[in-house]
């Protein structure tokens, strides 16, 4: 398998050698798992998530303390080889980072060796049908009843949901109107009330809805404070947005790798596919499209790891270019294979389905355009209306 990475890019500033060795290990991590990376008809994509999980967790990637420029060096050599890869990498780091940030000691010793083993696979629960991106709006309840709370609910689209083993769930326990009236909660899988019914989505995934129907949770699973789960939803949106872009580019290169092939050996008329001056064009419009997405996402990135606190809007920033790129990178590869390009199960027509959602996840190029809006710097304008 060709590596996804652009190697120029690596060698910039932005990264270090332990980001260009990560690199190395992810590449030959994945060509070294190339059959359970790839399509397959034969598993359900949670027990695929499942086997890649355990894999990883066997090659030590599952470093759940990375700083965020690794995660999406991860996140992009894995996109590339599968798209199981890279949701079974993720949904780990994220579901696990909240307990790393926000967790006390004894959930952190309880949880993260065996998540970083893959051992224990976690799943966020924050989306709900009527909430949305609006976190504000959660209505999961939890209860407090003595030493424990109890939850009731119903979470939507929640990745892994169907195969977690612990669920980071946010619910409302109303210390506060709105977002002050949340708190966010370690709950096991396995407690009484707890179920779950899969979703199929476009691309085969192992999402679920899940149901909090009188969960008893021991407030002692509490993550961070009560009232404070709000905050920490946000933090965690805010690191993993740019990571998505670097998974969009990941899907976007093997994409652009495989038209450009495409295009050097397809005959047509009297030369190749390469030689019409319109797969010029289309070609060189997705090189610039990925070496610009490629830059921002690293600037996000950098931006967060090295402590800049208004980081936010460059990982929006990311996250919208990114995605939105890719899709239009996918769109125009299958375009060059044409009707090739929409066999079922072919490269392209996977990578077609697979990117849709990227637009989506962590919240979508809408509310992403709304972050990077309320953070420009109005005093500027200011000071060119007075001049």
């Known amino acids: 398998m060709t590596s996804s990475y652009d190697q120029g890019l690596l060698a910039?500033?932005?990264?270090?050698?332990?980001?260009?060795?990560?690199?190395?290990?992810?590449?030959?991590?994945?060509?070294?798992?190339?059959?359970?990376?790839?399509?397959?008809?034969?598993?359900?994509?949670?027990?695929?998530?499942?086997?890649?999980?355990?894999?990883?967790?066997?090659?030590?990637?599952?470093?759940?303390?990375?700083?965020?420029?690794?995660?999406?060096?991860?996140?992009?050599?894995?996109?590339?080889?599968?798209?199981?890869?890279?949701?079974a990498y993720s949904i780990q780091c994220l579901s696990a980072t909240p307990i790393l940030r926000h967790g006390t000691t004894t959930q952190q010793e309880r949880y993260l060796p065996a998540m970083s083993r893959g051992q224990v696979q976690g799943a966020f629960a924050i989306s709900e049908e009527a909430a949305g991106s609006d976190v504000a709006r959660i209505a999961t309840t939890a209860r407090r009843d003595g030493d424990?709370?109890?939850l009731d609910g119903t979470k939507a689209w929640i990745a892994n949901g169907t195969s977690a083993d612990l669920f980071v769930v946010v619910a409302r326990t109303g210390e506060g109107a709105g977002a002050l009236g949340l708190t966010a909660f370690c709950v096991p899988a396995t407690l009484p009330g707890v179920r779950t019914?899969?979703?199929?989505?476009?691309?085969?995934?192992?999402?679920?809805?899940?149901?909090?129907?009188?969960?008893?949770?021991?407030?002692?699973?509490?993550?961070?404070?009560?009232?404070?789960?709000?905050?920490?939803?946000?933090?965690?949106?805010?690191?993993?947005?740019?990571?998505?872009?670097?998974?969009?580019?990941?899907?976007?290169?093997?994409?652009?790798?495989?038209?450009?092939?495409?295009?050097?050996?397809?005959?047509?008329?009297?030369?190749?596919?390469?030689?019409?001056?319109t797969v010029k064009a289309t070609l060189a419009e997705i090189a610039v499209k990925l070496e610009a997405a490629s830059l921002i996402v690293a600037r996000a990135a950098w931006e967060a790891d090295t402590g800049n606190r208004k980081y936010a809007r460059h990982s929006a920033a990311a996250k919208l270019y990114a995605t939105e790129a890719a899709q239009e990178i996918v769109d125009a590869c299958v375009q060059i294979y044409g009707a090739a390009g929409l066999v079922h199960d072919s490269v392209t027509e996977r990578l077609y389905r697979q990117v849709r959602s990227l637009r989506i996840y962590e919240g979508t190029s809408e509310v992403?355009?709304?972050?990077?809006?309320?953070?420009?710097?109005?005093?500027?304008?200011?000071?060119?209306?007075?001049?």
């Open 197 to 277: 019914q899969p979703v199929a989505m476009i691309a085969p995934r192992a999402l679920a809805h899940v149901t909090l129907d009188g969960v008893r949770v021991p407030a002692a699973n509490v993550l961070g404070r009560p009232g404070g789960g709000f905050p920490i939803a946000i933090d965690l949106l805010d690191r993993f947005r740019m990571t998505v872009g670097a998974a969009a580019i990941g899907f976007a290169r093997r994409a652009a790798d495989a038209a450009l092939a495409r295009a050097r050996t397809r005959r047509i008329y009297d030369g190749r596919l390469f030689d019409l001056p």
């Open 148 to 150: 424990d709370y109890v």
């Open 368 to 387: 992403q355009k709304t972050i990077i809006a309320g953070a420009l710097d109005l005093r500027r304008a200011e000071a060119h209306i007075q001049e």
């Open 12 to 87: 910039l500033p932005f990264f270090d050698d332990r980001h260009r060795e990560l690199a190395g290990r992810v590449s030959a991590w994945c060509d070294e798992h190339r059959d359970l990376c790839g399509p397959s008809t034969l598993d359900q994509p949670d027990k695929r998530g499942r086997r890649l999980l355990d894999a990883l967790g066997e090659a030590g990637l599952l470093t759940l303390d990375a700083d965020l420029r690794s995660v999406c060096v991860a996140r992009e050599g894995l996109a590339y080889a599968g798209d199981l890869a890279d949701f």
